[in-house]
C-alpha cells in the first residue's frame, strides 16, 4: 500500500477513535447514554465513507486530476446521501432529531471531513 494512504489510514483511524473516546466520555459526565443514538454506526461509517473517498480520490488522481476538488465535493454529497437513508429514519422516529442525535452523526462527519480536506490539502501540495 503507498505510503500516502498508510498515512491517511493511521491518521484518520488512531484521531477518530481519540474523537469517539472524547465524544463518549462527555456524554457520560453529562449523564447521559453513551452508545445511545447510533453513535457506533456513525463513527463507523463515517470512517468507512472517509477512507472510501479518499481512496478513490488517490486512486482517480492521474486521470481526473482537474476534477479532484469536484469528485472530493461529491464525496461529501454521498455522506449527506447516506445520512438521509441511513439515519434520518432512526433519528426521525420519535418525529424529531434532538441535538444529541444530531452531534451522533455530525461530531464524526466534521472529523472526518476535517482530516480529509487536511490529508488531502497536503499530498496535492506535495504533488506540485
Known sequence: MNKILQA???????SL?????IHIFVLNLTTR???????V?????NAALALLIFTGLYLLK????DQLGF???AGSALKFVVFFVVFSPIYKADSEVNRLEFLAFFVPYLWCLLVETYSLSRW?????
Do not use: D, H, M, T
Open 8 to 14: 491517511f489510514y493511521l491518521k484518520l483511524i488512531v
Open 41 to 45: 454506526l456513525s463513527y463507523i461509517i
Open 62 to 65: 492521474k486521470r481526473y486530476e
Open 17 to 21: 477513535g481519540l474523537v469517539f473516546c
Open 71 to 73: 469528485l472530493f465535493l
Open 33 to 39: 447514554e453513551p452508545f445511545a443514538n447510533s453513535i
Open 124 to 128: 496535492l501540495n506535495k504533488a506540485e
